[in-house]
């Protein structure tokens, strides 16, 4: 580059060595000449690789089209050099031709022509972009970094190697409460005198934070790091738990230069820790209520000596139970006890009535502690606050309160400790409702309330413990509710329920307190009298049938419910309850068994029923499970042609011990014991069985009829059972007749209709058995699918000798014609009956004037025999 005016610009020959000087400034540095109006005359080929300008963009411009647009102190550099008539150096920010940014350390150097006079300015210029934006980049850095620690909740102190504070941030000011002017350049050496943290004898006591410090720069002076957790006092006397982690900062040689401390608030998480861990253990080790709330109590009065700390229970009637409150007088707990919860009582009343905190700061002149201000005042409190305690139902639990001697309210460390004690007040009062629920559901009766069975033994012993003492007598009462299933059956298991909670409330209002009533199971409840005489007895006794006798609404229905009574007395049939109990419910079977209603006392001969029943069932479970019972069947005769129109089968039981057992007794005997299904099925099947064989062979019964119990319908797979039997055998259904009972079809059952309907729907025929005895409604007759009715033998036995018996088989004997119904004679034992019959129009009968019940192989015996005596030519035709 060549400056107009400088010797080699007229010809003047350089020196070597300042030729090469200026060859390499002009390699290394950028150089532009301007005039001093800042016209730009030349420009060396550095600059113009800065900027990305050709030498023509630039040569007559003016220089500030080098600058940033806007930039109002371009051409400051320019002007200074021209106005003092020196060099200038600064730091300059100019853009290139690509419009990107570049900084330059300039140099503006000013060119005196022969006179003196100011003829050019050169510039001499350094790229240093890259060095700028790098400090720019460390100072943002730094600068954040500088807010982080300034803006952190943790508190950051650095010591020199001599232990003297250098720096804290302002997190160190906001948690601990010092000011940098009363930390910085202190010492955090521990005077002389002064215990350090590690000689704290339970390592809960607050100390100093420079105690604190001590111990852990002991290790940062040894080169290692530590971490170690202390409660200390902050500048204004509260405690505060922190965690101090201390990292040393060391030379190359490994000397130590700076410790770094870092102070992290835990003592939300240590409150939690310490009180959490010492009140769920005592949890664990099923504690009472009021141990675990007196140790929260406790615990809390160690972290905040200042707090009297209470908790009071809130009772199904909305008034104060105090649990704990060991920094509290006896008295004041005796006078709040029993207090009603409201909007002007105190603050734990208020808290628990309006279920919200409520912070009282000055007790003498709150207008809630009006009613209270003596009782405050007589025992040192000055403040206080409440924090209800709510179940997640919503109901308030309790309240824990914090109590002080002077005027104030909570502070920080207060609030964080409420927010831990509260939860766990709330998991102890849960507990506690649970423990006293599992106590109920083992000992009472969930539906009724009552004590159960096992709580029935705990009381029944005590009384009679108490009736041994006092040489009195009790009596143990064994009640089991008549038809009940047929609730259940007919209106639906709640509707049972109903009617359950009904009877065990009339019960229990019908005795004393003194007496005791339990719900064994199902429908079987038990009452002890206490201190029971004859007189008192009967009284009790009629007090409780009256009651559960009444009439009473269950779904709309009106029912009128009875019971069956037994009853045994102490001493006379026993000392021990068990004994009682079990021979009061043999009374009871016995009353429920001769005269469902009435009542029955115990006596020796219930015994031998009781083991004989016992063993009957037993037997009766063992021959249904080895299939031995037998089926009989009674021939049914046509009394035109004397054909056989089929037979009705007839279960029949021999006993190896007991002999001929009557169905009369093992059929009710498996009513009562749940076997009367399996019975039934059983006959269901071995008659289709007998049935099949007999048409294969070609004797001469072409159906069969077969007895099922009430309960058989009520069994939603009873359709599908008898297709099965059928089909297993290869039978069509209309072979068989299914025999049902009266009270089948005044079941209230809404299945049982629907499933005759099903059975109807296959084939099979329905015959009504005993029809005139129960309560028969014609109407029912109209709409069920009934083919057959079967006159009970009662009328067949009196209608040779009763006008009025004539004329009701008479009148049934219409029914059947006018419906279309086959009707068939029971019961006909000589050649009379079976005449009146015939007259009557009856066309199909059996009896022992045909035959009695006859085992398969006698039945087809008596076939050939009442078949050569059909074709006899003696034989008597009708």
């Not at 060396?44 to 500030?64: C, E, M, S």
């Not at 077969?706 to 259904?733: C, G, K, Q, W, Y």
């Not at 809404?750 to 025929?765: A, K, N, W, Y």
Request: proline residues 5%; glycine residues 8%; charged residues 20%.
């Amino acid at each position: 580059m060549v400056v107009p005016g400088s010797p080699s610009a007229v010809g003047a020959t350089p020196a070597p060595g300042r030729e090469a000087l200026l060859e390499a400034l002009d390699r290394s540095l950028g150089m532009l000449t301007l005039r001093p109006d800042g016209i730009i005359v030349d420009v060396n080929d550095k600059l113009l690789g800065v900027f990305g300008y050709t030498r023509a963009d630039l040569i007559g411009k003016p220089h500030a089209l080098l600058c940033v647009p806007g930039d109002a102190t371009c051409g400051d550099a320019l002007a200074q050099v021209v106005s003092t008539q020196r060099s200038h150096t600064g730091q300059i920010h100019r853009r290139r031709h690509d419009g990107s940014a570049v900084w330059l350390e300039a140099t503006y150097n000013p060119v005196f022509d022969d006179a003196g006079k100011l003829a050019f300015v050169i510039k001499l210029a350094v790229d240093v972009t890259a060095r700028v934006e790098r400090q720019a980049a460390d100072d943002a850095r730094l600068h954040l970094l500088s807010l982080g620690v300034d803006e952190t909740d943790n508190a950051v102190l650095i010591t020199d190697a001599q232990g003297r504070v250098c720096y804290i941030n302002a997190g160190f000011t906001r948690m601990l409460g010092y000011a940098a002017s009363e930390v910085v350049g202190q010492s955090v050496h521990v005077p002389s005198g002064e215990t350090p943290v590690g000689g704290l004898a339970d390592g809960t006591s607050a100390v100093d934070v420079r105690q604190a410090l001590a111990g852990c720069l002991v290790s940062a002076r040894d080169g290692r790091s530590s971490h170690c957790e202390v409660l200390v006092r902050t500048a204004q006397r509260q405690p505060l738990w922190v965690s101090v982690v201390t990292n040393p900062m060391l030379d190359t040689n490994g000397k130590l230069l700076n410790a770094v401390v870092l102070f992290t608030d835990i003592t939300q998480s240590k409150i939690q820790e310490v009180l959490q861990h010492k009140a769920l253990a005592a949890m664990v080790r099923d504690a009472p209520l009021v141990e675990v709330l007196t140790l929260v109590c406790r615990e809390l009065e160690q972290i905040a000596p200042e707090v009297m700390a209470s908790v009071v229970r809130v009772d199904a009637e909305g008034r104060l139970r105090p649990q704990a409150g060991p920094s509290l007088p006896s008295q004041y707990h005796q006078m709040v006890d029993g207090v009603a919860i409201g909007p002007n009582v105190g603050t734990c009343g208020t808290a628990a009535f309006q279920a919200r905190p409520v912070i009282v700061t000055d007790i003498a002149h709150d207008p809630r502690w009006a009613d209270f201000r003596g009782m405050a005042a007589e025992f040192g409190l000055a403040a206080s606050w409440a924090m209800p305690i709510i179940a997640n139902d919503g109901r308030v639990l309790g309240v824990l309160a914090f109590y002080y001697r002077t005027v104030r309210g909570p502070d920080a460390l207060h609030e964080r400790l409420v927010d831990v004690c509260v939860h766990l007040c709330k998991l102890a009062f849960e507990r506690d409702e649970s423990r006293t629920r599992i106590r109920q559901l083992a000992f009472s009766d969930s539906l009724t309330g009552l004590p159960n069975r096992s709580m029935l033994g705990v009381l029944a012993a005590q009384a009679i413990a108490s009736a041994g003492e006092l040489n009195s007598r009790m009596a143990v009462i064994f009640i089991d509710l008549d038809r009940f299933k047929q609730v259940n059956d007919s209106l639906g298991h709640q509707a049972g329920d109903v009617l359950l909670r009904t009877i065990a409330q009339r019960l229990r209002r019908a005795l004393r307190g003194a007496d005791i009533v339990a719900r064994l199971s199902g429908d079987e409840f038990v009452a002890v009298l206490t201190e029971c005489d004859p007189e008192r007895l009967d009284i009790a006794i009629e007090r409780m049938r009256s009651a559960l006798t009444a009439p009473c609404q269950v779904d709309g229905v009106t029912l009128a419910p009875s019971g069956s009574f037994g009853i045994s007395l102490y001493p006379n049939h026993g000392k021990e309850f068990d004994l009682l109990l079990q021979r009061a419910d043999m009374a009871m079977y016995q009353a429920k068994m001769t005269s469902p209603g009435s009542v029955r006392f115990y006596n020796e001969d219930m015994n031998v029923h009781a083991q004989e029943r016992l063993e009957l069932e037993t037997a009766m479970r063992d021959a249904l499970r080895r299939d031995t019972l037998q089926l009989f069947y009674q021939p049914q005769i046509n009394l035109l042609d004397e054909s056989v129109y089929g037979a009705e089968a007839l279960t029949r039981w021999t006993h190896p011990q007991y002999g001929e057992v009557p169905p009369s007794r093992f059929i009710a005997l498996a009513e009562e014991c749940g076997l009367i299904g399996e019975l039934g099925m059983w006959t269901l099947r071995e008659s289709c069985r007998q049935l099949a064989d007999w048409r294969r062979r070609g004797v001469g019964i072409h159906n069969v009829s077969v007895n099922l119990s009430p309960t058989n319908f009520h069994d939603h797979d009873l359709p599908r059972m008898i297709a099965e039997a059928l089909a297993d055998h290869e039978l069509p259904p209309s072979c068989l007749a299914i025999e049902i009972t009266e009270s089948v079809l005044m079941d209230h059952n809404p299945s049982t209709l629907r499933i005759i309907d099903e059975v109807h729907s296959m084939g099979v025929r329905l015959s009504m058995d005993d029809f005139g005895t129960g309560y028969s409604s014609l109407g029912y007759l109209r709409r069920l699918p009934v083919s057959e009715l079967k006159l009970d033998r009662s009328f067949v036995h009196d209608i040779t000798r009763d006008e009025t018996v004539r004329a009701l088989t008479n009148a049934i004997i219409s029914i059947g014609r006018n419906l279309h119904l086959t009707v068939v004679a029971e019961g006909v034992e000589d050649e009379a009956q079976r005449a009146l019959l015939v007259a009557q129009g009856y066309r199909v009968a059996q009896g022992y004037l045909f035959s009695p019940a006859l085992s398969a192989g006698d039945l087809e015996h008596w076939l050939e025999r009442w078949s050569t005596r059909r074709h006899s030519p003696n034989a008597v035709q009708s």
